[in-house]
């Protein structure tokens, strides 16, 4: 089991986990909604902003029509408010500029104890990096597959880097400046003269420069992309943070024959986190061969093809009829390669943030092909055939426009946010159990301590309170370690010390153990002598079998037996704990091993609904198997499968 820290109040890990969690949190109280609490990522949006016990209308001025209404009708109204891409512009210095903002927030109600007015609490994430990368991204694959459709051969490598928002440049075999584009020279405000040959130390930060030049020398000794963050001197004279990218274009033989190179302003995903981290992410390995007979053909194909693969995001162009024409690495690995001539999203459901289905019609790129432009729609894609997992994407569609502004097709981009929902429901998860159940004992023990203040001369009611006071801090120290336990082992931080086990000992000694503690007497033990040992961690399998057997004397009537018994069962050691509780719903022996469940037939809840939880990923750590049978009225049996010891253990 783990470690708790005793020094550490419940009060306090509540407020480190609050003050440490990735999104911003914020208190608001009072009439003129004064900022009561904010943790680190709250102050992080403007750092040089004092907050604490100042009216939000005061710290945040330049927002104060926008949000100012929404607070209030929050706190009158006592509903929670959820807004998404929420338009924002803020100073995030006090002296600087009103920046372009995007934010996810919530705004969640707190009643006053004594029921009067609510507080707010402000959940903000910003999604200003990824909107702007989004909105950039739309831009160049549009400009991209205008490009393709207009007689590639005649307009050249330069009109296709001309139109695209990077600065690009090509290079010869031997690393030399050949060319570099018009934004390029717009940004550093070089004219075109001698620093073409190395205008790395001209436009370069000092500090940047040589290892760009020491990288960009391996790169051009290997053959091999080259990618790295550097600022890059502006005309002005500042200084932005780029990302610089470098990809060679070889011959059948493996021979570099040219370079191609882009800079992406990437200063506002450097302020961004989760931009910066997608931004690095993105990746350009491709490597186009070209034919000796159409050279100069193959040469602009491979150019497009390692700009379409040096983003990150997912990139689909359609014709059409919605027909899957070309996509680039990242899209083939989140959806795989469709036959040429069909929909892409033949082989998915699609099912909205509220979980409904969303029909073909009413997709991302059928709507475009109406002429909609689609911005950051976040769909749940199901295979139609059960083949994988369902994902998360956050899709946008646009309409490729001939120059007479006919619809010629559709270019569709998606990013992979599976991750980020997951983390998002364990967060809200995390604070609800930290915010509620931590609540009720800690009341009690406070309550129970004001009590024996007042009469500490009445022993039987010290007796009776202190007992209280130990129950309760007992039930708080058991959830306590829970979410260490679950955090520990999502994180994969437990380390199993797995070693042979002789079952029918083990099982005696821990029902001794539990004398005291629990009703252990109604336990039978049906463990065979003779049985080959488990192979198993001790510690974690007594944490398994306290569990199930803690469950099997809670919810069984105090005249009933609860029974554990072991047997070989397919080559492997089945351990059975058996009540005679009431059994549970058929509705709900689906969702007993889930995180945070309980059942909403108990009316005395106890504990976070961690228990079932956490022994199945024991179980699972171990490489068995955990399974339930119950019938309603007639008891539970929870069926453990592990691996048994090896030859002479």
């Known amino acids: 089991m783990a470690d708790a820290s005793p020094h550490l109040a419940p009060t306090r890990i509540a407020a480190l986990l609050l003050d440490h969690a990735p999104l911003g949190i914020a208190l608001v109280e009072g009439d003129e909604l004064a900022f009561s609490y904010v943790n680190a990522a709250f102050q992080a949006i403007a750092p040089d902003r004092p907050m604490l016990g100042r009216p939000f209308a005061a710290v945040w001025p330049e927002v104060v029509d926008a949000v100012v209404p929404l607070l209030r009708q929050v706190r009158e109204r006592g509903a929670p408010l959820e807004l998404h891409d929420f338009r924002a512009d803020v100073r995030r210095r006090l002296d600087g500029p009103l920046d372009e903002a995007w934010w996810n927030v919530t705004f969640q109600p707190l009643s006053a104890r004594h029921g009067g007015p609510v507080a707010v609490a402000i959940h903000v994430t910003d999604r200003t990096g990824a909107i702007r990368l989004r909105r950039a991204t739309e831009a160049l694959q549009a400009e991209q597959a205008q490009l393709r459709e207009a007689q590639r051969a005649s307009r050249g490598a330069e009109l296709v880097a001309e139109a695209i928002p990077q600065l690009v440049w090509t290079c010869g075999a031997g690393g030399g400046t050949e060319w570099l584009n018009q934004r390029w020279r717009d940004y550093t405000g070089l004219a075109p003269g001698p620093q073409e040959g190395d205008p790395w130390h001209a436009v370069l930060h000092d500090h940047d420069a040589p290892r760009w030049l020491d990288r960009w020398a391996m790169a051009l000794r290997a053959g091999s992309p080259v990618d790295m963050e550097a600022r890059m001197r502006a005309a002005d004279g500042g200084y932005r943070w780029h990302l610089l990218r470098a990809v060679p274009l070889c011959d059948d033989a493996g021979r570099t024959l040219k370079w191609f190179g882009t800079a992406t302003d990437i200063e506002e995903q450097r302020r961004s986190r989760d931009a910066a981290e997608q931004a690095r992410r993105r990746e350009a390995d491709a490597r186009q061969r070209a034919e000796d007979a159409s050279f100069a053909a193959g040469q602009r194909a491979a150019e497009l093809d390692a700009v379409l693969n040096s983003i990150a995001d997912g990139l689909v162009i359609s014709n059409r009829a919605n027909e899957f024409e070309r996509a680039n690495e990242a899209a083939l690995r989140l959806l795989g390669d469709p036959p040429p ?309």
């Open 341 to 649: 001539g069909a929909d892409w999203l033949h082989r998915f459901l699609a099912h909205d943030d509220q979980g409904r289905l969303v029909p073909a019609d009413a997709l991302p790129p059928a709507r475009a092909l109406r002429g909609e432009v689609v911005r950051g729609e976040e769909l749940r894609l199901e295979p139609r055939r059960g083949h994988g997992a369902p994902i998360w994407l956050s899709v946008s569609a646009a309409p490729i426009r001939d120059d007479g502004q006919a619809i010629r097709g559709v270019v569709t981009t998606f990013g992979d946010i599976t991750r980020l929902r997951e983390l998002q429901e364990r967060q809200s998860d995390l604070l609800r159990a930290i915010s509620h159940d931590l609540r009720t004992p800690l009341t009690v023990i406070l309550t129970q301590a004001q009590l024996l203040a007042r009469r500490p001369d009445d022993a039987g009611a010290v007796a009776r309170r202190a007992e209280s006071v130990r129950t309760s801090a007992q039930r708080m120290a058991a959830m306590i370690d829970d979410l260490v336990d679950l955090v520990r082992l999502e994180a994969g931080l437990i380390k199993l010390s797995p070693q042979p086990v002789a079952l029918a000992p083990f099982a005696a000694e821990l029902r001794d153990r539990l004398r005291g503690t629990l009703p252990v007497e109604r336990l039978r033990l049906e463990v065979p002598e003779a049985l080959p040992p488990a192979q198993v961690d001790p510690p974690r399998l007594e944490r398994i079998l306290v569990n199930l057997i803690s469950n099997a004397l809670k919810y069984s009537p105090p005249e009933t037996e609860a029974v554990l018994t072991a047997a070989v069962v397919g080559g492997r050691l089945q351990l059975t704990v058996a009540d005679h509780g009431p059994g549970i719903p058929a509705d709900e022996v689906d969702r007993v091993f889930e995180r945070f469940y309980r059942s909403p037939r108990v009316l005395e809840k106890e504990g976070l609904g961690l228990g079932l939880y956490i022994t199945r990923l024991l179980v699972q750590a171990h490489g068995g198997q955990i399974r339930v049978e119950s019938e309603e009225g007639r008891g539970s049996s929870f069926h453990v499968l592990l691996p048994p010891a090896g030859p002479g253990a």
